[in-house]
């Protein structure tokens, strides 16, 4: 199984998971929840495994240095 595979496949799990624990209950803005939820540890892990270099983490990304600078304060990742 593909790493991109074994990533969605975490993310499918935990849906259902917490479509689980709702019993029932209609879920509402889920989209932003999810967004945040998964964006936090993502900017967290890359930022680390570019020794906190944020030129390097946007090209990773694919994103905007201002953009990831922009994240990480918005996540309290950085101050």
Aim: hydrophobic share 40%; charged share 30%.
């Amino acid at each position: 199984m593909s790493n991109q595979k074994q990533i969605e496949e975490c993310i499918r799990e935990g849906l259902e998971s917490y479509f689980s624990d709702l019993n029932g209950v209609e879920p509402a803005a889920m989209y932003d929840m999810i967004l945040k939820v998964v964006e936090r540890p993502l900017l967290d892990v890359v930022m680390k495994h570019a020794d906190q270099n944020q030129s390097r983490a946007a090209e990773w990304l694919g994103i905007n240095r201002n953009t990831l600078r922009r994240k990480l304060v918005e996540h309290r990742l950085i101050k």
